[in-house]
Each structure stands twice: as C-alpha cells, then as structure tokens.
C-alpha cells in the first residue's frame, strides 16, 4: 500500500471548474494505476476515472466522460483531477486511490490504497 493525499476539493458553482490533486510519497507510486472514486451518504463508492501507471490509457464513467480529466506527473508522484462543467450532482466527497499494476476495470475494490477524501460540493 502507498500513502495518498489529496487536496483541491471546495465549493463552487454550477458551470465551474476544480481541479483535485493526490500525491503519494511513495517510491513504486510511477508503476500505480490510479484512480478517482467519488461517494455520496448512503451510497456506494462510485468510479470516476482511473490511469495506467505510464499515463497512456485512462478511462472515464460515462457520467463524467467529456468534462473531467484524469492526469498523472510521476516525476511529482501526483495525479490529478480536472474537474469542468461541474453539475450539482457531482457533489460527494471525492477519494484518490492507487493498486500496483495494470487494472482495466472500475471496481474500487480492485484498489487497495486509498486517500482521507475531499470535499467537492456543487451549488445550483
């Protein structure tokens, strides 16, 4: 497991933009898929977007698809979460979390390490 920290979330109005970053300290963090999950109060984790280790393939959920991009920098041990169009239903707290190795599906218990979580809330 990797120790993963992330920062960026807040409130903002429909329309705008957040970016979320998460960054690890750990030495393996260039050979991670990483992801971004995000979670409402009673609800289950939900997959937002994950990158291979290298940065070449990602892949979004349909509900984010063309708004959000997921971004690596290996040299600073951080991927991030451009978050554009915001609508009030993407509103939930957002988790970074990392798995060792290739990972092509959207499951968030194919990820073993995980982030405290940041608040983003959406206002109409």
């Known amino acids: 497991q990797v120790q993963l920290v992330e920062s960026g979330g807040g409130l903002v109005q429909a329309g705008g933009s957040l970016r979320l970053s998460c960054a690890s300290s750990a030495r393996t963090f260039s050979t991670y898929t990483m992801g971004w999950f995000r979670q409402t109060p009673g609800k289950e984790r939900e997959f937002v977007a994950h990158?291979?280790?290298?940065?070449?393939?990602?892949t979004y959920s349909d509900s984010v698809k063309g708004r959000f991009t997921i971004s690596r920098d290996n040299a600073k041990n951080t991927v991030y979460l451009q978050m554009n169009s915001l609508k009030p239903e993407d509103t939930a707290v957002y988790y970074c979390?990392?798995?060792?190795?290739?990972?092509?599906?959207?499951?968030?218990?194919?990820?073993?390490?995980w982030g405290q979580g940041t608040q983003v809330t959406v206002s109409s």
């Open positions: 990158i291979s280790a290298g940065g070449a393939l990602t």
């Open positions: 979390a990392g798995r060792p190795g290739a990972y092509f599906g959207k499951s968030p218990e194919a990820f073993g390490s």
